[in-house]
């Protein structure tokens, strides 16, 4: 064991994946020996947890408002962004759970956990569960309609000492255990043990969410979370209706992607500088918002973003019946948020702060946050999220194209955006997205 006087980084690296195709394959995941020898508490996940709404809805108001803050970082990055802050806090939340003194008390305000430690990992816990029977019932028949799933592994340095109550709070809140690897004697080894466990939870997706030199022979401690999200539209593209149609990048010159396009009816907004539309999923269970800034309007749009401004877009959304015109994209995005994390305010959880997560090893000074890797992959096309259009893929919405002309409003999607997945029952904001150049393949 090394001596206290020396800081041990816990890496945290998430890894959040939007993917097309069936998820059957992806989450039937073999968790066997080849990923590390389990350590566990003996106790279930409490399936019941015991949550008042008031709990369930500052949770997700907090989650909302640390979106924004960190979205307030992400931009300042080059490119097409996405990530998920949900996922993101929840992942956190579990280093949370270790978290003491002045390094907690910083963590909860900048991620806005507002609930204390014993009513927060029960609230997560319940969230979580709620946003996987929602998940549940709002899928089709046919596999179709919105589905969320999501895998945590925690990985610890073998033979080191984990409080018995810190493995506990994993099991009971967050279904997880902890994967002994051997870090301090094959770093490489160990990176590339987390690094098959992410693709092989992926579907292959993510191929090396953990880089060379993030993982050492000092670390203690890995977090991983990888999360499925696949959702059908409620109103689908028809596939006839794509065509080639230009875009307008940020920072290049005009480009040509396929654009699809229906004209139905959906909840719009349109304000001086920019314009709403809000595109639900199959099942009403999810839903995505699409901010469409003023041409030469984008950055100064993106500083007005916060929970507040939030708000009163979705609040002012009316149903209006509009020509829509969505670029078809695929895209991965990378976001080392270590340096986005300080940015936010939580300095004394990272390498090089007064850091207690004592609550993990019962030493003060020992652990550390050095980094926290997310990646993300998203792909939109016809029918949702689907890899595959489907042959049925049409809109019903044809029959609300109204008579007169002029009750048309033109939403043509063909220069940089904004878009936020929510989910409908809790507001809690799943994933977002911003697309400076829609043919580009990566952030």
């Known amino acids: 064991m090394l001596s206290g006087s020396i800081l041990r980084p816990i890496m945290l690296p998430l890894a959040v994946v939007l993917l097309g ?28 947890p015991s949550v008042s709404e008031a709990e369930l809805a500052a949770l997700a108001e907090g989650n909302t408002a640390f979106s924004w803050e960190l979205y307030q970082q992400v931009r300042l990055r080059n490119g097409n962004q996405f990530y998920s802050p949900y996922c993101i806090s929840f992942g956190l939340a579990m280093a949370y759970a270790g978290a003491r003194g002045h390094t907690a008390l910083q963590m909860a305000e900048e991620m806005h956990f507002g609930l204390s430690q014993d009513r927060l990992h029960p609230t997560f ?3 979580d569960l709620r946003l996987s029977a929602s998940s549940g019932a709002g899928a089709a028949d046919d596999g179709e309609g919105f589905q969320l799933l999501i895998r945590d592994s925690v990985w610890g340095q073998e033979g080191y000492s984990f409080l018995p109550s810190y493995l506990d709070v994993l099991a009971e809140h967050y279904g997880a255990g902890l994967r002994v690897l051997d870090f301090r004697s094959d770093p490489k080894g160990a990176r590339l043990i987390i690094n098959r466990w992410a693709s092989d939870a992926t579907g292959q997706r993510v191929q090396e969410l953990v880089a060379p030199g993030v993982v050492s022979s000092a670390t203690r401690l890995v977090l991983t979370n990888a999360a499925y999200f696949r959702a059908s539209w409620e109103k689908r593209f028809p596939l006839e209706s794509t065509r080639e149609g230009p875009f307008q990048p940020l920072e290049s010159s005009m480009v040509t992607v396929p654009m699809m396009s229906q004209t139905a009816a959906f909840p719009y907004l349109e304000e001086e500088g920019y314009k709403a539309l809000r595109l ?3 099942g009403g269970e999810a839903a995505m918002l699409i901010l469409l800034p003023a ?16 708000d009163a877009i979705l609040a002012d959304l009316t149903l209006r019946v509009v020509e829509l015109t969505l670029p078809k994209f ?13 940015g936010i305010g939580v300095p004394d959880a990272m390498c090089g702060g007064m850091t207690d997560f004592s609550g993990i090893d019962g ?6 946050i050095s ?6 992959y998203v792909q939109i096309d016809e029918n949702g999220t689907e890899a595959t259009a489907a042959g049925d893929a049409v809109t019903d919405g044809a029959s609300a194209v109204p008579d007169r002309p002029e009750e048309l409003v033109q939403f043509s999607v063909d220069h940089p955006f904004i878009f936020v997945i929510h989910d409908a029952q809790t507001g809690t904001v799943l994933f977002i997205g911003r697309v400076v150049n829609a043919a580009l393949s990566s952030g």
């Open 21 to 48: 195709g069936s998820s059957c394959g992806l989450w039937t995941l073999d968790e066997g020996p080849q990923y590390g020898r389990l350590l566990k508490s003996d106790k279930e996940r409490d399936t019941r």
């Open 295 to 310: 041409v030469g309007a984008f950055a100064d749009f993106e500083g007005t973003l916060n929970q507040d401004r939030m």
């Open 371 to 376: 980094e926290v890797a997310h990646s993300g």
């Open 330 to 342: 695929a895209y991965e995005a990378g976001l080392p948020l270590g340096d986005v994390l300080r």
């Open 125 to 127: 816990n319940a969230l």
């Open 363 to 368: 030493m003060l000074g020992t652990l550390c």
């Open 280 to 282: 639900d999923y199959a």
